[in-house]
């Protein structure tokens, strides 16, 4: 493992220490900020990190943040000072701490040379990823209170706060190993950008949006298996309706909805099969005031938080209190705590014992929302009136250059994505032989290049351009790492492919299936923004340099069938069954054909 040097511990150890946003990334201001190192330097530093794999890079329009890799973990395990006491080495800038001390040579770490009594002293136990500072105490079960697989639980606050919450609620819900907590945040909103029905809305769900996805991209790498688990609190409750209602592939595993501002009508039956079976709370405040108050004041919102939803798809739970009480440590034990980790639900009696005041009810029905229209116009109508000399720029004007700029932004970065992506996909023929290591190697770097480019601007490619852009590119990043994870399974291949080897042949379909999906969605963007590129390879007549055999013919209808274009897909598969000589292979082919024009995929078996 190459050895530190220069300023590369210092930014490391920064990297590890700092305070990270939710998808668990520091940014390089943050990190010149409390190393002192000049911004410019501390960008060049984290290039040579993340060169040497000790840390992943995200690149913004902003700058850089960096997270740290178990690899860089390791190596700064190795510059550690070894404890002769109870309790570990203090952070960077970790107030209170107490740094033990220990001889050692201060010209080898001046170098960034671990000291052989650190580096023999190191145990696995002082290589585990540092956990967020939290409040108050964890709760991990004991071994009769197992928990119920791997999660990833996201805090979503609502307006006016920055949710000081959080960490209280993390600490009772996280189990190290088990259960991850992450806060996610999308800054103070305040009450006129939650009154106002246009716009202001937006840019807190794209927020969320992107972070769920980052969230989910970060932790199933490690955990493929891990469940997604919600609690939203308020207008956090709006957001999510809101992107529930986008066609992505968001599988909820458990759901906690508090103080909610959802409509009673929210069409929850819309969503089935993204949720796991009855796992939906809707948490009731039977003195909450404010999701009445948003339904009478303002538009698309409603008092689901106060009433509930009167569903069957949700649980209704009523309390006495009002839109905070959710937040004491002993609620978060009692209710969320059973349920997140276990699906244990604890009912209430508030429902039939407390009563709902009058007043809530005759609240919701006034139309609150048209007399704040009236009195926001008024002065409006008295500027109007008074024929001024020098009229100021329309909202509506302003709006249209505003997202003229945005488009031609979003045209820019598709270009970039298409450059970047579009040559080396077809590239990728796995039809044809690896007379050397050095050919399989270069292929597998274009795969990689393609990844990294797609995993490392995706946030940045998602701030500007549309929704189905943005889907499209996720799924080229997800067949991206599909492919890549595939591809190496063909390592070690020698002369090419010869005879009937059946791993062999699996894992060339499994590649190629992969492939040609990739290339299907980078297809779709080419499409839908027609930039000057160079026209699809064909071969006699087969998209993207696929062979004209019965196999390679049946792997480009599978793919096209999982991406959903199941008329290509029977096409394609039509032509392959003209192929096929054995008839038990003809049996096949139309067994396949059967399921594509019954509008259903094939999955290879092994």
């Known amino acids: 493992m190459a050895k530190l ?48 794999e000790f840390v992943e890079v995200a690149r913004t329009t902003a700058g850089v943040s960096a997270s740290i890799t178990a690899k860089g973990r390791l190596q700064l395990s190795f510059y550690q000072p070894v404890s002769t006491s109870q309790g570990g080495t203090g952070g960077l800038g970790a107030p209170g701490s107490v740094q033990p001390s220990v001889s050692v040579d201060s010209s080898a770490t001046a170098l960034g040379e671990p000291h052989p009594s650190i580096a023999q002293a190191s145990s696995p136990s002082s290589l585990s990823p540092p956990k967020s500072p939290s ?129 009673q009508e929210y069409a929850w039956e819309q969503l089935q099969g993204r949720f796991d079976e009855d796992n939906t709370i809707n948490e009731c405040g039977k003195s909450d005031i404010w999701p009445v108050l948003a339904q009478s004041a303002s538009w698309g919102y409603g008092d689901s938080g106060t009433f509930g939803f009167g569903g069957a798809s949700v649980r209704d739970r009523f309390h006495a209190g009002g839109h905070g009480q959710y937040f004491e440590p002993e609620f978060v034990e009692k209710y969320w705590e059973p349920f997140i980790r276990r ?46 000399d020098h009229p100021t720029q329309s909202i509506s004007e302003a709006q249209k250059q505003a997202e003229a700029q945005k488009q031609a932004e979003a045209k820019e970065i598709m270009k970039e994505l298409l450059g970047q992506t579009y040559r080396r996909a077809f590239a990728m023929n796995f039809t044809t032989r690896f007379p050397s290591n050095n050919d399989f190697e270069e292929v597998l770097k274009s795969i990689k290049d393609c990844r990294l480019y797609l995993q490392k601007n995706f946030v940045r490619i998602k701030s500007v351009v549309s929704p189905q852009d943005s889907e499209l590119v996720y799924d080229c990043l997800k067949q991206a790492e599909l492919l890549e994870k595939s591809f190496q399974k063909m390592k070690g291949i020698e002369g090419g492919i010869v005879g009937d ?26 499409e839908r923004h027609k930039p000057e590129l160079p026209p699809v390879p064909a071969s006699e007549g087969v998209p993207f340099g696929v062979r004209e ?7 480009l209808a599978a793919a096209y069938a999982e991406v959903g274009d199941f008329d290509k897909a029977v096409e394609w598969q039509e032509k392959a069954n003209k192929h096929y000589t054995d008839a038990d292979d003809r049996r096949k082919g139309e067994d396949r054909l059967k399921l594509y024009k019954e509008k259903k995929p094939y999955q290879e078996t092994e």
């Open 549 to 555: 055999d019965e196999n390679m013919l049946g792997t």
């Open 5 to 52: 040097f220069g300023a590369q511990r210092m930014v490391l150890q920064a990297i590890l220490d700092l305070p990270k946003d939710a998808a668990g990334f520091v940014s390089d201001t943050q990190v010149a900020q409390g190393t002192s190192i000049a911004l410019k330097n501390v960008r060049d530093w984290i290039e040579t990190l993340e060169g040497e």
């Open 135 to 263: 409040v108050g105490s964890s709760t991990a079960p004991s071994a009769t209170e197992a928990v119920d697989g791997y999660q990833i639980v996201l805090l979503i606050h609502g307006i006016r706060t920055q949710a000081d919450w959080g960490p209280m609620v993390g600490s009772k819900l996280e189990v190290p190993g088990q259960i991850e907590v992450i806060p996610i945040k999308y800054g103070y909103f305040d009450a006129l950008r939650f009154w106002f029905p246009l716009w202001t809305r937006n840019k807190p769900i794209e927020r969320v949006y992107t972070q769920i996805r980052v969230a989910l991209q970060r932790y199933r790498r490690s955990h493929p298996d891990a469940k997604l688990s919600i609690v939203a609190h308020s207008f956090g409750t709006y957001i999510i309706g809101q992107i529930l209602k986008r066609g992505f592939d968001l599988q909820i595993h458990r759901l906690i909805l508090c103080g909610s501002v959802l409509p």
């Open 501 to 526: 080897n059946p791993n062999i042949r699996h894992a060339l379909i499994e590649v190629e299936k992969c492939r040609l999906k990739f290339l299907i969605y980078v297809s779709k963007l080419v």
């Open 343 to 388: 699906g244990k639900y604890r009912g209430t009696n508030s429902e039939k014992s407390v009563p709902t005041p009058w007043w809530l009810s005759v609240l919701g029905i006034l139309p609150l929302r048209w007399l704040l229209v009236v009195l926001l116009l008024s002065p409006l109508g008295i500027l109007v009136n008074g024929n001024l």
